[in-house]
């Protein structure tokens, strides 16, 4: 299986707890559980999100 992650790109001032939430967001959607979330603004920023999927991964191994 490969590995893939989300990547969330942004050209912002900062980033804030809404943008963080965004990237969880698309993480607890899909099977992906990391996601960089990546500011090119003024001063670029890097943070890393990571949502553990194990209960989805259940869920489609059982349905």
Do not use: W
């Not at 900062?14 to 003024?42: C, D, I, K, W």
């Not at 890097?46 to 259940?58: E, P, S, T, V």
């Amino acid at each position: 299986m490969e590995e893939k992650i989300i990547i969330e790109l942004k050209a912002v001032q900062r980033l804030t707890a809404e943008h963080e939430a965004q990237v969880l967001h698309y993480l607890s959607a899909t099977e992906y559980e990391v996601g960089p979330l990546l500011n090119f603004g003024p001063r670029p920023e890097i943070h890393r999100k990571i949502f553990d999927n194990a209960k989805m991964k259940l869920q489609r191994n059982n349905g």
